[in-house]
């Protein structure tokens, strides 16, 4: 197996599913919780036996879902499997998504004894009328608690998910939101604007005029507002979406999500996880119950694919190329570099996206630093949507 850096592992269960949510989520089957876990070690050993030497992991990432959901029992024995078959490195970047009502501090706590450095609480908003439209199981109240026990049990490491362009909401309502949010005092904040996802019951409400449909020139402009107060407060912009508190001391970039910017290899595990190894990208069964049947069927003798994976794909040298481009440039301060570009596909840069490169510099939307590093420019940033399209076929 070629050499892995970060592995994500998804934890697929809710106890209530959000009104806008459309990711591989499912409440109603924390019943199924412990013999999802047997069978995730099984396929935790599945890549183990893949290879012949123990690999060496910088960054551990258990997304959902809510991953708080699982008992601490659960990742002791999930970290066993992964201790074994893994080499977890002492500086190693361990983190979890929890939702703020699911938390204790004797829970909290445990999660420290075993591993874990750095935790994501999706708050959302402050606002408790927008917190229930997304359906969101938390009050803002339990949001303040929950970050505090997290502090208290030895997190350093904590990062805010917040949502802007939801339906009703204001700019005086996301300013008050980030003004809470930020004196909760954490290293780092993701920004996510609302998509109104088909099949979701918001979609539903939105096409049926119950609320109201998001506008997208508000949604910019509470960007530039979130931009604006986070960097005044000691906070600088590394992703399109992501903020980290400058220190001189501490890199609170998000390691593991800058494994995905810069293109690199990771392993994902779990029902409908996503990984991408060389140059095969896979995604595996998103259904909980195909995943455990699959899994249960699990024998220690070498397939040449996991059991579980749905499809599969070989990434082309010129896809592999776009997509360097196109997270590449989510990177607003590291951007692109025309050097590692050139080391990696033996290619110059320059040379493959010529038309692509004069069309955005022409259009401002991109700057060339260093005879170097390709970044986005500030107008870049807001019109990323037409950036990114100019590396897709």
Same mark, same amino acid.
């Given at each position: 197996?070629?050499k892995i ?12 599913r ?12 924390n019943?199924?919780i412990p ?7 099984? *396929?935790?050993?599945?890549y183990?036996?893949?290879s ?8 551990i ?7 708080s ?8 024995e999930?970290f066993?499997?992964?201790? +074994? ?9 361990i983190?979890?998504?929890a939702?703020p009502?699911t938390v204790?501090f004797?829970?909290?706590?445990s999660?420290v004894?075993?591993g ?9 908003t ?5 917190l ?7 009050n803002? +109240? ?5 970050i ?6 030895g997190f350093k490491n ?5 949502i802007?362009?939801?339906p009703?909401q204001?700019?005086?309502d996301?300013?008050?939101t980030?003004?809470?949010?930020i ?10 604007a609302? %998509? ?13 005029g ?12 509470m ?7 986070l960097m005044?407060?000691g906070?600088?912009?590394?992703e ?8 001189e001391?501490q890199?609170?970039r998000c390691q ?5 910017w810069?293109?690199?290899n ?15 990208r896979?995604?595996?069964?998103g259904?909980i ?6 899994m249960n ?5 070498r397939?040449?694919?996991s059991?579980v ?6 990434v ?9 481009m ?10 692109v570099s025309i ?7 033996? +290619?110059?840069?320059l040379?493959?996206?010529?038309? *692509?490169?004069?069309?955005l510099?022409?259009? +401002?939307l ?16 807001l019109? %990323? ?6 590396f897709?076929?």
């Amino acid at each position: 197996m070629e050499k892995i850096k970060s592995i994500y592992l998804h934890i697929p269960f809710c106890q209530k599913r959000c009104s806008y949510c459309d990711f591989n989520t499912f409440s109603g089957m924390n019943h199924l919780i412990p013999v999802y876990v047997e069978q995730l070690i099984n *396929e935790i050993k599945y890549y183990s036996n893949s290879s012949s030497e123990k690999q060496p992991i910088n960054t551990i990432f258990f997304g959902g879902g809510t991953p708080s959901l699982l008992e601490i029992s659960h990742y002791e024995e999930i970290f066993k499997a992964l201790n +074994q078959d893994f080499l977890i490195l002492p500086q190693s970047e361990i983190s979890l998504e929890a939702n703020p009502g699911t938390v204790t501090f004797e829970y909290l706590e445990s999660l420290v004894s075993i591993g874990f450095n750095r935790i994501s609480f999706g708050l959302q908003t402050s606002n408790p009328y927008l917190l229930s439209l997304l359906g969101r199981i938390h009050n803002h +109240q339990q949001s303040i608690q929950a970050i505090f026990l997290a502090k208290k049990a030895g997190f350093k490491n904590i990062n805010l998910d917040l949502i802007y362009g939801l339906p009703g909401q204001t700019l005086d309502d996301w300013k008050k939101t980030l003004d809470d949010c930020i004196s909760l005092d954490t290293q780092h904040f993701s920004l996510y604007a609302l %998509g109104i996802e088909e099949d979701t019951p918001l979609f539903e409400w939105v096409n049926k005029g119950m609320v109201e449909n998001p506008d997208p020139d508000l949604a910019a402009e509470m960007y530039e507002l979130a931009d604006h107060i986070l960097m005044e407060n000691g906070f600088e912009c590394y992703e399109i979406s992501n903020y980290y508190k400058k220190d001189e001391k501490q890199d609170w970039r998000c390691q593991h999500n800058l494994q995905y910017w810069r293109n690199g290899n990771y392993l994902g595990l779990g029902a409908g996880a996503h990984g991408y190894i060389g140059n095969i990208r896979y995604e595996n069964v998103g259904s909980i119950h195909e995943y455990i049947q699959r899994m249960n069927q699990f024998s220690k003798k070498r397939t040449l694919e996991s059991p579980v994976i749905k499809r599969s794909e070989t990434v082309s040298d010129y896809v592999a190329m776009q997509e360097q481009m196109m997270v590449g440039l989510r990177l607003v301060s590291e951007g692109v570099s025309i050097k590692d570009f050139s080391e990696r596909f033996s +290619q110059s840069l320059l040379t493959v996206f010529k038309k *692509e490169l004069e069309y955005l510099l022409r259009n +401002q939307l991109i700057d060339i630093q260093n005879n170097d590093k390709i970044r986005l420019t500030n107008k870049g940033r807001l019109l %990323g949507n037409i950036v990114f399209r100019q590396f897709v076929d």
